[in-house]
T-cell receptor, first 114, second 116 residues
Framework: KNQVEQSPQSLIILEGKNCTLQCNYTVSPFSNLRWYKQDTGRGPVSLTIMTFSENTKSNGRYTATLDADTKQSSLHITASQLSDSASYICVVSDRGSTLGRLYFGRGTQLTVWP | EADIYQTPRYLVIGTGKKITLECSQTMGHDKMYWYQQDPGMELHLIHYSYGVNSTEKGDLSSESTVSRIRTEHFPLTLESARPSHTSQYLC???????????????FGPGTRLTVL
C-alpha cells in the first residue's frame, strides 16, 4: 500500500532555532517528492520538489533532502521565524498513471514561539 | 501567488440544503482537482478533471458532483448537505503535462464547510 508517513506530528521551537522534519514513504514507482507549507485556513503552497536523481533542494531557509534508496526525505528549516508556524506536508507522486497520483502525508504542525 | 480562487471561504448551512462551492483559476490550466481535508489529516482527492467536459471521481468516495464546462471553472455541488460533509474543501489546478513532466499543483485558499 502506498503511504507517506511524517514525523513528528507536531513541533514547537523558539524563534531563531533550526529544525528538521521527516518524511518516509512507500510509494512505488516513485516520480517525485514535494514539500508544501500550509498556513492555517489556507491552501498548501509548494516549497520544493525533487525527482529521483536529486538529493537536495533549497528554497531560501528551507532545504529538502531525498534518499530514494531508503525512501526518506527531510525538510530542514534554518533560523526559524514566527511566520514559519504552519503545517508542512510531504507529498509523493507516482509515475504509474497518467494522472501522476499524489500521496499526501498528514503533515507536521510547526509552531515557532518568540 | 497562484491565481486560483474559491468562494465562499466559510459556509455554515443546515442539513438538507443544496450548496455549490466555486473554484476558478486564471492560469489556463487544464487539470483541476477537489480535495477534502479534515483537521490534522491528509488531503483526500474526491474529484479531478483533465479538461473541459472531463470529470472523474477520486480516491475518496464523495456524494458531491462536479462539472467542467469552462477551462477556468470547476464547481463542486452537494445536492443535500449532511453533518458528515463538514470539512475543508480545497481546489487545485495544474498544467497539462506529459508523462515525464512534473506539474506542480497550485491550491486555492479552501472553503471551510460546516453543516449543522
Amino acid at each position: 500500500k502506498n503511504q507517506v508517513e511524517q514525523s513528528p506530528q507536531s513541533l514547537i521551537i523558539l524563534e531563531g532555532k533550526n529544525c528538521t522534519l521527516q518524511c518516509n514513504y512507500t510509494v512505488s514507482p516513485f516520480s517525485n517528492l514535494r514539500w508544501y507549507k500550509q498556513d492555517t485556513g489556507r491552501g498548501p503552497v509548494s516549497l520544493t520538489i525533487m525527482t529521483f536523481s536529486e538529493n537536495t533542494k533549497s528554497n531560501g531557509r528551507y532545504t529538502a533532502t531525498l534518499d530514494a534508496d531508503t525512501k526518506q526525505s527531510s525538510l530542514h528549516i534554518t533560523a526559524s521565524q514566527l511566520s514559519d508556524s504552519a503545517s508542512y506536508i510531504c507529498v509523493v507522486s507516482d509515475r504509474g498513471s497518467t494522472l501522476g497520483r499524489l500521496y499526501f502525508g498528514r503533515g507536521t504542525q510547526l509552531t515557532v514561539w518568540p | 501567488e497562484a491565481d486560483i480562487y474559491q468562494t465562499p471561504r466559510y459556509l455554515v448551512i443546515g442539513t438538507g440544503k443544496k450548496i455549490t462551492l466555486e473554484c476558478s483559476q486564471t492560469m489556463g490550466h487544464d487539470k483541476m482537482y477537489w480535495y477534502q481535508q479534515d483537521p490534522g489529516m491528509e488531503l483526500h482527492l474526491i474529484h479531478y478533471s483533465y479538461g473541459v467536459n472531463s470529470t472523474e471521481k477520486g480516491d475518496l468516495s464523495s456524494e458531491s458532483t462536479v462539472s467542467r464546462i469552462r477551462t477556468e471553472h470547476f464547481p463542486l455541488t452537494l445536492e443535500s448537505a449532511r453533518p458528515s460533509h463538514t470539512s475543508q474543501y480545497l481546489c487545485a489546478s495544474s498544467e497539462k503535462g506529459g508523462f515525464r513532466r512534473i506539474d506542480t499543483q497550485y491550491f486555492g485558499p479552501g472553503t471551510r464547510l460546516t453543516v449543522l
